[in-house]
């Protein structure tokens, strides 16, 4: 029987595009997972170099497009359990264990960690409490929360559609028609560049502004390049 609680039986997929200075922390906790799959965009930075001396099953796709790089890595994996996180994340020890736990669930289809972010300052605390109201009430994490499914459920709702823009929303909408999707009772940690580069409510407006723009059927190529 598989236990889903035992890293080796997880495929984890890390979409990567010039991420050399976060990559090899993440690398570092994935040590013990059957397959560690970086799919990469493009990079010349050496995240390739890294992923590879660091045991990761490099994957290189013909353009930056993280839809279509964390389909590509889906596809290639062979575990019956499937983790996606963003190559800025730090994961909760214990990860494997605490998904396994909530995707056991009934009418459990897919999981995510609460959101911790890596820089100091009150609107980033009051950023994370929103994140965690919208996650639990609303059921709707985003890519940067990872996410947790089988690979038989993963195949069954279609998987990522290869946009490079609001594939996680996408994906997430679309698992919700299927059953719940739960938050793990601990927190993964990313960092704060994005947030401290663009400032927090000016980030969290134009994230908005995009999400908006998404579901009133604006494409996402068109997104990206205002991206």
């Excluded at 976060?22 to 390739?48: H, N, R, T």
């Excluded at 609107?123 to 947790?148: C, I, M, N």
């Excluded at 938050?183 to 401290?196: K, L």
Aim: proline content about 4%; hydrophobic content about 45%.
């Amino acid at each position: 029987m598989i236990d889903p609680k035992n890293p080796d039986n997880w495929s984890v997929v890390i979409p990567v595009l010039n991420e050399v200075e976060l990559l090899g922390g993440l690398l570092a906790q994935l040590q013990d997972v059957g397959e560690l799959l970086v799919v990469d965009g493009g990079s010349s930075d050496g995240s390739c170099e890294l992923a590879l001396l660091m045991g990761a099953k490099l994957l290189r796709f013909s353009c930056a497009n993280r839809g279509a790089q964390l389909a590509h890595g889906a596809l290639q994996a062979r575990g019956s359990h499937l983790l996606f996180v963003h190559a800025d994340a730090r994961l909760p020890e214990g990860w494997s264990g605490l998904l396994a736990n909530c995707l056991e669930k009934p009418g459990v289809i897919a999981a995510a960690f609460r959101l911790k972010v890596q820089a100091p300052g009150w609107r980033l605390r009051l950023l994370e409490l929103l994140v965690q109201l919208r996650s639990s009430l609303r059921e709707l994490p985003y890519g940067d929360q990872g996410l947790a499914i089988t690979k038989q459920t993963y195949g069954l709702v279609g998987g990522f559609q290869p946009i490079p823009l609001m594939e996680d929303l996408d994906l997430v909408q679309r698992l919700k028609k299927l059953g719940s999707v739960v938050i793990a009772p601990a927190a993964i940690t990313v960092s704060g560049r994005r947030w401290q580069r663009l400032g927090v409510w000016r980030s969290c407006w134009r994230n908005a502004n995009f999400r908006a723009a998404w579901r009133r059927g604006v494409s996402a190529e068109i997104l990206q390049k205002q991206y």
